[in-house]
């Protein structure tokens, strides 16, 4: 294979919320669009009721796939089978001659929303850093939007959608392909004829039907939500190239951003690529990533807990999208691709006796979220003696797992890392403090000992706390709903930063106590016993003084961190 054809290493899946930005409609968005853009009055009473029912049955706000799904069927009443047993409770709605009115109104609606305009499309941007480092860049879509052709036009890039003005796929080989793009619902510029053939048009249009110049009649070739698979030969050859690309063994990650997996076929063809295809991971971004895993993709039989070809295999991150994009390359690809190779060569150092570095491997993991990978590695390979030296990655690690597990809405869990997390810091910052006083009785430092009573760098100290502080509110950013532990831990973690501003160098006397003033109890104490110390250079009274400051300093951690929980 040549680079024209081969698969790229990493590859995009695109769902719904992959367009949001653009300003695209999600599902239920869509309904309530839809139904304000209604001018007849009989049209609108009509879908009012309609969805009034869905949402009564529902109990919930209902999507434009089932709107559409409800819709067809009601026009189509008289080949549902199971609708004679209910004939007598059947609503007046099926009788209403607006129904198949409504649908052509629904998808021309639909059709009208996907045509993106180039100043929307600049959060795909990052698009430009995959298709350099990963070129010809492989990006599969469910959605019929405009989006991913409108940024190759901005950005000047060749793509290949298996379309010239007619079906031909062997358009994906094209030299000087940039981005091969595998529409697999559809495209609001593709149409089917009523002679069969498939064209694609560059003609700006929001009606799903259309008369070609030919005298032809074409309807946009758009395989709507719930609907059934008819043949389409595009639609076809797609999943199969799909299905090849996957299984390479040089596609490592897929990065499917707000897709819900409702398509059965979809998960189907994942958990088979998956099994055949070992380096496969997925990388989800979707507020409810995992949800989305842990409902769909976890398991082949979930009430039975039977694991599937993707168990363990699967990063949740449960962001928004344009927020975290400009992260993907350069973290979380990077530290997956790290983890999962060194992975894959620790196993084998394993097989033949040797030792594997499984601490380097759960740092990548841990840098990628992939959570259920790293509690796997802590649970089988992690010797606790081994990490606990490591107060950088013990403290790394529990903050990184809280945060995702907590957007992840995953409360319980959440709230067991953050303990973990501040129980760290206080072992580092209040049980391993220590207070220097010099020997003339003039000058006061603070630091702190660990392991094995090591003074650490102070302002290397700070600057970690910085980095972990601005993670946090990184993510608060991408986040829909904030949890007030996370919050809590921004504020905490500001805080601590603040104080150790304050204790990165050595202070004269003075200094300490215009500083720690409101701290001392006995003030006028404190200072004839430094006055004291320094005429008499006491070591008792050197002691005392020592082990005073070391109080007050774990006071104001106590009072930022918390009494740290055992």
Not at 68 to 77: Q, V
Not at 396 to 421: C, D, G, I, P, T
Request: hydrophobic residues 35%; contains cysteine; proline residues 2%.
């Amino acid at each position: 294979m040549d680079n024209l054809t081969e698969p790229s290493r990493v590859v995009f899946f695109l769902g719904a919320g992959a367009s949001i930005a653009a300003d695209i409609p999600d599902t239920h968005s869509f309904v309530k669009k839809f139904i304000k853009s209604i001018g007849d009055d009989a049209k609108k009473q009509t879908i009012g009721e309609i969805v009034k029912i869905l949402k009564e049955w529902k109990k919930s706000d209902i999507d434009i796939e089932l709107l559409l799904e409800t819709l067809t069927k009601l026009e189509k009443k008289d080949e549902e089978p199971l609708l004679r047993f209910f004939e007598g409770e059947m609503s007046d709605l099926i009788k209403y001659d607006q129904v198949g009115s409504l649908i052509k109104d629904l998808k021309d609606f639909i059709k009208s929303k996907t045509i993106v305009s180039a100043e929307k499309i600049e959060y795909l941007q990052p698009i430009l850093e995959f298709v350099e480092g990963y070129g010809p860049l492989d990006i599969i879509s469910v959605n019929y939007d405009t989006c991913i052709e409108q940024f190759c036009n901005v950005y000047n890039l060749v793509y290949q959608d298996g379309f010239d003005v007619n079906w031909n796929p062997k358009t994906f080989s094209t030299e000087y392909t940039k981005i091969r793009l595998y529409k697999l619902h559809g495209s609001a510029t593709w149409y089917k004829s009523d002679r069969g053939s498939y064209i694609k048009s560059p003609v700006m249009t929001t009606e799903s039907k259309i008369e070609l110049i030919t005298g032809e009649k074409a309807e946009s070739l758009m395989l709507y939500p719930m609907q059934k698979w008819d043949y389409a030969e595009p639609l076809l050859e797609l999943m199969v190239k799909i299905k090849h690309l996957l299984e390479s063994e040089k596609c490592g990650i897929l990065i499917v951003v707000g897709y819900s997996f409702r398509d059965d076929y979809i998960i189907r063809l994942l958990h088979d690529v998956a099994r055949k295809n070992i380096k496969l991971h997925l990388i989800i971004i979707d507020p409810n990533a995992y949800q989305i895993y842990s409902d769909k993709l976890k398991y082949y039989n979930a009430e039975q807990k039977i694991r599937s070809s993707l168990y363990e295999r699967v990063v949740c991150l449960p962001y928004k999208f344009e927020k975290v994009f400009p992260y993907i390359r350069f973290q979380y690809v990077r530290d997956l691709e790290n983890g999962v190779d060194n992975g894959i060569q620790y196993q084998k150092t394993e097989l033949i006796g040797g030792k594997a570095d499984w601490k380097s491997c759960i740092k990548s993991f841990v840098g990628a979220e992939h959570c259920e990978k790293v509690e796997s590695l802590l649970l089988e390979r992690i010797d606790n003696l081994e990490l606990e030296s490591d107060w950088q990655l013990n403290i790394e690690l529990s903050l990184k797992m809280a945060v995702n597990l907590s957007a992840n809405k995953q409360k319980e869990r959440a709230s067991e890392y953050f303990r973990k997390f501040y129980n760290y810091l206080h072992m580092i910052l209040i049980e391993r403090i220590y207070a220097s006083v010099g020997s003339n009785g003039q000058d006061v430092e603070i630091n702190f000992k660990y392991p094995d009573r090591i003074p650490l760098n102070i302002k290397k100290l700070r600057e970690f706390i910085e980095t972990l502080s601005e993670f946090c509110e990184t993510r608060v950013g991408m986040i829909t709903n904030v949890s007030e532990e996370l919050n809590a831990a921004i504020e905490k973690l500001k805080s601590l930063v603040n104080y150790l501003k304050t204790t990165e160098e050595c202070m004269d006397f003075e200094k300490y106590l215009e500083m720690r003033n409101k701290q001392i109890r006995d003030l006028k104490t404190f200072k004839d016993n430094f006055q004291e110390l320094q005429e008499e250079k006491s070591d008792e009274l050197h002691d005392v003084l020592t082990s005073e400051i070391e109080n007050i300093e774990k006071g104001i951690l106590i009072n930022i961190l918390g009494t740290g929980d055992k």
